[in-house]
């Protein structure tokens, strides 16, 4: 699976937007990114997934570039809920055998939102 | 949305000690289910991967016969770690998938062995 790069931390005023970058410019054509989030002391939480079109949900959006060597996850308003470490994971799809269900996680974007 | 239950979210035991932590998909039946490791400042580390009825498989470096994988149902993974020492003391997460939907999290088990 390709590899991603995502940057160390960032902060967030609370009600801005938050938005968090991530490359993976090795990406290949049956390549999902998937994006993750884990607070504190908890398993990490499903946020959203995507192949080539943007894509919205209750949570976030995500904004995949046309050559989809990146891809920016948009948290609309960000609340001190939202502080959590943030994974930016690519997956091939379809599945091919167990081995390719899982996710390989990097170090993530540590996300402060702050007051 | 799926959830996934992990028990005990916490343990604390005695070296030497055998732990068993469970793994339980409440609303859906996973085809797969995984264990992860945590440790302090850093990221999840794939154990093993285990389909229900099936052997698991354990990523290299992962003791199988330490770490023993059950996955007798559907909805049922167990992790047991035997003989548990104190480098045994870590986060521990499970997850579970369901064809192809995204993979969901339990809350975790923080083991502690003194």
């Known amino acids: 699976d390709a590899k991603t790069t995502q940057p160390t931390s960032m902060d967030c005023a609370e009600g801005r937007a938050a938005n968090l970058p991530c490359n993976h410019s090795t990406i290949s054509g049956n390549e999902y990114v998937y994006w993750y989030r884990q607070i504190h002391s908890q398993g990490p939480q499903y946020i959203i997934h995507?192949?080539?079109n943007n894509e919205t949900n209750e949570m976030a959006s995500l904004i995949i570039t046309e050559d989809r060597k990146s891809s920016t996850l948009i948290l609309p308003h960000a609340t001190l809920r939202d502080t959590a470490v943030y994974y930016c994971?690519?997956?091939?799809?379809?599945?091919?055998?167990?081995?390719?269900?899982?996710?390989?996680f990097g170090k993530g974007t540590k996300l402060s939102v702050i007051p | 949305g799926a959830v996934v239950s992990q028990h005990p979210s916490w343990v604390i035991c005695k070296s030497g000690t055998s732990v068993k932590i469970e793994c339980r998909s409440l609303d859906f039946q996973a085809t797969t289910m995984f264990w992860y490791r945590q440790f302090p400042k850093q990221s999840l580390m794939l154990m093993a991967t285990?389909?229900?009825?099936?052997?698991?498989?354990?990523e290299q470096g992962v003791e199988k016969d330490k770490f023993l994988i059950n996955h007798a149902s559907l909805t049922l993974s167990t992790l047991t770690v035997t003989s548990a020492h104190p480098e045994d003391s870590s986060f521990y997460i499970c997850?579970?998938?369901?064809?192809?939907?995204?993979?969901?999290f339990g809350d975790g088990t923080r083991l502690s062995i003194l």
């Open positions: 995507g192949l080539k």
């Open positions: 994971i690519v997956r091939s799809f379809p599945y091919s055998g167990a081995g390719s269900y899982q996710l390989t």
């Open positions: 997850s579970a998938l369901q064809d192809n939907q995204p993979q969901h």
């Open positions: 285990s389909n229900e009825g099936s052997k698991a498989t354990y």
